[in-house]
């Protein structure tokens, strides 16, 4: 049977998509979602594995018997937690869809499921792809990690959003974590030394000049700042989390030691009495060379379509880099 005498269903797919945005699905709470969605792949025909990650979640696998997949497609069904628990559903205004994971990364997996399906409805098993929906990727990535346990396979194609640009290169990650402590007293000695959120603020202007200088290329965010909570005093105590994202080419040992040069230097002798500092992360990226079977499947289905070929790098964090690390 001709492998593309099958359409994609629109209709099914942005079915299947509204539902899916419409269940809550933060990290460690997916049950609902992969219940759902095994029920919607199993109605569907589909050979349907439930592989458990830990207690009562599960990581879903859509693999014909007896195939060994050389291409998964990849995705994950969890999000972050909801800013707003009230306003989270499906919106569609203008031709534009509003909700929680919309993006990152419901669609994808939609787009995924339905690709996947429209090619068995030709009557085709696949022998040599499968279809992977994982949990807790917006957390430790642990859904993933479970799946390492099981399969390999040479190549991945994750349904990130990229804005349709075929990323082969991958960003490195950095997570910084760095508390600094001073001495409480009274707000009207602020002025005096050991003031924990005054030496924090300095180091962080530091990091962000040495990183525009040396990285420019590199995505900074300085994603949490707390202090002690102190009424009218001084803190005593500040901590601060720093995401860095940094294209793939460079060296992340001698970033890893800039940083904790310029932390050192900052909040050492009067600054602070005494500071923590760590890499919760560090995810290494990748370049990918445009060669091989997929590459050239996916040059030709962009011809075929009439959209330009300009492939890119994605400039986040994603489970592209654990795959990347332990392959």
Not at 234 to 245: G, N, Q, S
Not at 297 to 311: E, N, V
Request: glycine share 8%; with cysteine; proline share 6%.
């Amino acid at each position: 049977m001709n492998p593309r005498s099958k359409d994609i269903q629109p209709g099914r797919l942005k079915d299947l998509f509204r539902d899916m945005v419409d269940i809550y699905s933060p990290s460690g709470k997916e049950a609902e979602i992969v219940t759902y969605l095994a029920d919607w792949l199993r109605k569907a025909g589909l050979p349907v594995t439930l592989r458990e990650v830990t207690e009562g979640r599960h990581n879903i696998e859509v693999v014909w018997p007896g195939a060994r997949p050389e291409v998964a497609f990849l995705g994950h069904v969890d999000t972050v937690a909801a800013f707003d628990i009230e306003h989270y559903e499906f919106d569609e205004r203008e031709g534009l869809v509003y909700g929680l994971g919309t993006a990152d990364m419901k669609g994808g997996c939609a787009a995924l499921i339905e690709g996947f399906l429209s090619f068995v409805e030709t009557g085709n098993q696949p022998q040599r792809a499968g279809l992977f929906l994982v949990v807790g990727e917006e957390e430790s990535g642990d859904g993933t990690a479970a799946l390492l346990d099981d399969w390999h396979y040479p190549w991945v194609v994750i349904a990130e959003p990229t804005n349709l640009v075929p990323c082969f290169n991958h960003y490195s990650y950095v997570e910084m974590l760095v508390r600094a402590f001073g001495t409480r007293r009274h707000a009207s000695l602020a002025g005096h030394e050991y003031n924990a959120i005054l030496s924090m603020l300095r180091m962080l202007l530091r990091v962000a000049e040495w990183i525009e200088k040396e990285y420019p290329e590199a995505i900074l965010n300085i994603r949490d700042l707390h202090s002690s909570e102190s009424g009218f005093a001084v803190p005593d105590r500040c901590e601060a989390w720093i995401d860095l994202h940094i294209p793939p080419n460079a060296p992340l040992d001698k970033l890893s030691e800039g940083l904790e040069t310029l932390v050192r230097d900052s909040l050492t002798g009067s600054a602070v009495t005494h500071y923590e500092m760590g890499f919760p992360t560090l995810a290494h990226g990748y370049e990918l060379p445009q060669e091989g079977a997929l590459p050239h499947s996916l040059k030709a289905s962009y011809k075929h379509l009439g959209m330009p070929w300009s492939p890119g790098s994605f400039g986040s964090h994603s489970d592209a880099n654990m795959l990347w690390n332990i392959n």
